[in-house]
């Protein structure tokens, strides 16, 4: 059957459409194109990183091998690096720092006490201490009595100008011997500046009970006296009634005989004894 008019047009409008589209696809492609894969010319080691681009001028470090130049110190050389600084970094500047007072340090003092037995109740005329090696540049002395750990006293004296003490210590509270007692111990000491302390050695106390015979003297021990009371005027004795007669609590001399009763006994005998009479001269006469 022939192909009509409008047959034939489709049929070349096709062949074209056909023709095109091969020419297109063996067309080669432009030299403007991006290409989306990009080569090398030669593979490299894939642990290698690459730096990004840097500004020399901006990013200038110097020479590695160079010596940072500190800032000198306040009255010192440049490099210098030996001096304090304050807590934010800064250096302190000559004169801020406070002056320190050196004290010189002196050994451990000695003491002696010249009485370290004591009757119990009291301290009889107190403690003579005397001490040497104290630090004169520290004006006094604390001396400290203690039992255990517990303090009984503390005291404060001056220190001459070579260092030494001699004083009589008068403590206040007394003390009581008692199975158990603590050891009793006497020593000076004196604090420094620098809140250390200095002490001298320990000398034991000793506290006797009342009563006790020391077996060395054979004294026996008593407690310190009380101090005597005031005299005072002698009072009259009131002087007794020439005729009283003492008495007991129940009323009766200390004969055991009431003279009440006794009288009125001795009258009845009388008068019974006159009666009896009159009766025998009455017998005789009849």
Same mark, same amino acid.
């Given at each position: 059957?022939?192909?009509?008019?409008?047959g034939?047009?489709?049929?070349?409008?096709?062949a074209?459409?056909?023709?095109a589209?091969f020419?297109?696809?063996?067309?080669p492609?432009?030299?403007?194109?991006?290409?989306?894969?990009?080569?090398?010319s030669?593979?490299?080691?894939?642990?290698?990183?690459?730096d990004?681009?840097v500004?020399?001028?901006?990013?200038d470090?110097?020479?590695?091998?160079?010596?940072p130049?500190?800032p000198p110190?306040?009255?010192?050389?440049?490099?210098d690096?030996?001096y304090?600084?304050?807590?934010?970094?800064?250096p302190?500047?000559?004169?801020?720092?406070?002056?320190?007072?050196?004290i010189?340090v002196f050994?451990?003092?000695?003491?002696?006490v010249?009485?370290?037995?004591?009757v119990? =109740? $009291?301290?009889?005329?107190?403690i003579? /201490?005397? &001490?040497?090696?104290?630090?004169? +540049?520290?004006?006094?002395? @604390?001396?400290?009595?203690?039992?255990?750990?517990?303090?009984?006293?503390?005291y404060?004296?001056p220190?001459?100008?070579?260092?030494t003490?001699?004083?009589v210590v008068?403590?206040v509270?007394?003390?009581?011997?008692?199975?158990?007692?603590?050891?009793?111990?006497?020593?000076a000491?004196?604090?420094?500046?620098?809140?250390?302390t200095?002490?001298s050695?320990?000398?034991?106390?000793?506290i006797?009970?009342a009563?006790?015979?020391?077996p060395?003297?054979g004294s026996?021990?008593?407690?310190?006296?009380a101090a005597p009371?005031a005299?005072?005027?002698?009072?009259?004795?009131?002087?007794a009634?020439?005729?009283?007669?003492?008495?007991?609590a129940?009323?009766?001399?200390?004969?055991?005989?009431?003279?009440?009763? =006794? $009288?009125?006994?001795?009258?009845l005998? /009388?008068s &019974?004894?006159?009666?009896?009479? +009159?009766?025998?001269?009455? @017998?005789?006469?009849s």
């Amino acid at each position: 059957m022939p192909l009509t008019l409008p047959g034939r047009r489709f049929g070349a409008l096709a062949a074209a459409a056909t023709i095109a589209l091969f020419a297109f696809s063996a067309a080669p492609a432009s030299a403007e194109e991006p290409s989306i894969v990009e080569t090398f010319s030669e593979p490299g080691d894939p642990n290698d990183t690459v730096d990004p681009p840097v500004d020399e001028d901006e990013y200038d470090m110097g020479d590695p091998n160079d010596t940072p130049d500190f800032p000198p110190a306040p009255g010192g050389e440049p490099g210098d690096t030996d001096y304090d600084v304050e807590e934010n970094g800064d250096p302190v500047e000559p004169g801020e720092e406070e002056p320190v007072e050196q004290i010189p340090v002196f050994p451990p003092p000695v003491i002696e006490v010249g009485v370290t037995e004591f009757v119990e =109740g $009291g301290w009889g005329d107190g403690i003579p /201490v005397r &001490g040497s090696g104290f630090n004169p +540049a520290i004006p006094d002395v @604390a001396v400290q009595i203690s039992a255990g750990q517990g303090t009984v006293g503390l005291y404060w004296f001056p220190v001459e100008p070579d260092g030494t003490i001699d004083v009589v210590v008068h403590p206040v509270d007394p003390l009581y011997a008692f199975p158990g007692m603590p050891r009793i111990e006497l020593r000076a000491w004196q604090p420094y500046p620098d809140w250390s302390t200095v002490y001298s050695d320990a000398v034991e106390l000793t506290i006797l009970p009342a009563g006790l015979t020391n077996p060395d003297t054979g004294s026996t021990s008593s407690p310190t006296p009380a101090a005597p009371a005031a005299p005072t005027a002698p009072a009259e004795t009131p002087k007794a009634p020439a005729a009283a007669v003492a008495k007991t609590a129940s009323g009766l001399p200390e004969t055991g005989i009431d003279t009440g009763i =006794g $009288g009125v006994a001795f009258a009845l005998l /009388v008068s &019974g004894a006159f009666v009896l009479l +009159a009766a025998r001269r009455r @017998a005789s006469a009849s």
